[in-house]
């Protein structure tokens, strides 16, 4: 009999014996751990990545909404094709177009977020003891699509520029000798999480390059493409390499993540078995919000509503940037986002940010240590601070604090501390 925690208890599984095998590697993530804790009014999270919602247009939403009942509620309310409506699968090819996404609908399904896309794509594509080659470090929620489905992750390095080609290299090299399949390239061009960078387009020609001789899908998972602080975007892989990318786009971050709508775009035959394992886990995606969604590109300025967006993160990644440098600790360095939600953070040698966040906590701020978004137990000197949610003057608190308490560790006595003005500032990876 297994143990199993309940209401902080552990308490014996009477179902132990009788899970698949392929549940050993489902464990809860650190991140959501933390959640509980990070939720209590009194601490500034900078831990979640919870979009800012406050500058949607609630009113008018609410009309729309109430509409397509009122006008369509027969259909709004019915069960609907498993492969997303067409009507918005014509949409998301505009989407995709601000990215030099030349799609036909017919090869997009409509998914609910982009986190069920990365489930199907795991499920579609790994076997147990697959190798996924993947950024070093990692968006958790991929990571635990392919534990799930028992495929195991080689991380390769990120700079400041993004994923490392030669570490790319290196790594299918390594699996090739080691005689190990590596089925999936899966990737966060664009403002990645957690470490902010962006890989340099000059990079992504190479990388598709190295992919494609290897006979590597890649999996481009963009959900932060369009909130660049310059208006800028970035041209999509898939824009490159239509027939070997697999790529995953979202709502969340650009409307609203409850609504739970993503997609995925794929190479037409990985489409047709896409929507054939989508509709033995959902039937179809929710018809009202795919219809919410809908109404909403169709009638709303979503540009503008970007552009909003956009601004409210620039102002907040500028009040992080600005108290880190203010506040923290000689030996401290990080990332410098051009977009997204994350600051990437690295401590001083001997400090652990997975040991010290309980002490975080009780001094009223969370983070989520870098320790998560690693398969292979890196991360320790690593944490993630989100910039996406609190106010500017929250953010600047929140960091104040966390200095406090990193000064506060033993590795940063006074004996240890490095001399001041080494900051280290432009690392060779993340
Ligand atoms: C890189 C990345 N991929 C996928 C997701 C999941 O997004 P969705 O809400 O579309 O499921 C997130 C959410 O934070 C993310 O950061």
Same mark, same amino acid.
């Given at each position: 009999m297994g143990h199993c925690p309940q209401g902080g208890r552990s308490v014996l599984d009477p179902h132990a014996g009788r899970y698949a095998a392929r549940t050993a590697g489902m464990t809860a993530s650190e991140i959501r751990a933390l959640f509980a804790v990070a939720s209590r009014p009194e601490v500034v999270s900078l831990a979640g990545g919870m979009p800012n919602l406050a500058a949607l247009p609630l009113e008018t939403i609410a009309a729309e909404t109430a509409r397509i009942i009122a006008e369509d509620g027969l259909t709004a309310l019915q069960y609907a094709s498993a492969q997303g409506l067409p009507v918005l699968r014509e949409q998301i090819c505009e989407v995709m177009s601000l990215e030099g996404v030349a799609a036909h609908p017919d090869d997009v399904l409509v998914t609910v977020g982009s986190q069920m896309g990365l489930d199907l794509v795991a499920r579609l594509f790994c076997d147990p003891g697959d190798l996924v080659v993947a950024e070093g470090p990692s968006y958790v929620g991929a990571l635990g699509s392919f534990a799930a489905y028992q495929a195991e992750v080689a991380h390769v390095a990120v700079d400041a520029h993004g994923l490392v080609p030669e570490g790319l290299r290196a790594a299918l090299r390594q699996a090739r000798n080691a005689g190990r399949r590596v089925k999936l390239l899966y990737t966060v061009p664009n403002f990645h999480n957690p470490? *902010?960078?962006?890989?340099? =387009?000059?990079?992504?020609?190479?990388?598709? #390059?190295?992919?494609?001789?290897? +006979? =590597?899908? =890649?999996? #481009?998972?963009? /959900?932060? *493409?369009? !909130? +660049?602080?310059? +208006?800028?975007?970035?041209?999509? !892989?898939?824009?490159?390499? /239509?027939?070997? =990318?697999?790529?995953? *786009?979202?709502?969340?971050?650009?409307?609203?993540? +409850?609504l739970r709508v993503g997609w995925v775009l794929a190479p037409h035959p990985v489409r047709e078995k896409l929507v054939l394992a989508a509709e033995s886990a959902t039937l179809c995606p929710p018809t009202l919000n795919q219809m919410i969604v809908s109404r909403y590109l169709a009638t709303q300025d979503w540009r503008g509503q970007i552009a909003v967006f956009r601004e409210n993160y620039r102002e907040r990644r500028d009040a992080m940037l600005r108290a880190l440098e203010d506040f923290l600790p000689p030996g401290c360095s990080w990332t410098e986002p051009d977009g997204g939600f994350y600051v990437w953070v690295k401590v001083p040698e001997g400090v652990n940010t997975k040991a010290m966040l309980p002490r975080a906590v009780d001094a009223r701020v969370a983070y989520a240590s870098g320790t998560g978004f690693y398969t292979n137990g890196l991360g320790a000197r690593r944490m993630r601070l989100s910039y996406c949610y609190p106010s500017p003057e929250r953010i600047r608190e929140g960091v104040r604090r966390l200095a406090g308490v990193l000064e506060a560790e033993p590795a940063l006595a006074p004996a240890f501390r490095p001399v001041a003005g080494l900051r280290e500032r432009a690392p060779e990876t993340v």
């Open positions: 470490s *902010g960078v962006t890989l340099a =387009v000059e990079r992504r020609a190479e990388i598709l #390059e190295i992919c494609r001789t290897h +006979g =590597v899908l =890649v999996v #481009e998972d963009n /959900p932060y *493409g369009l !909130l +660049g602080f310059d +208006g800028r975007t970035h041209p999509a !892989l898939h824009s490159m390499d /239509p027939e070997n =990318v697999v790529y995953l *786009g979202s709502f969340s971050k650009t409307f609203a993540s +409850g």
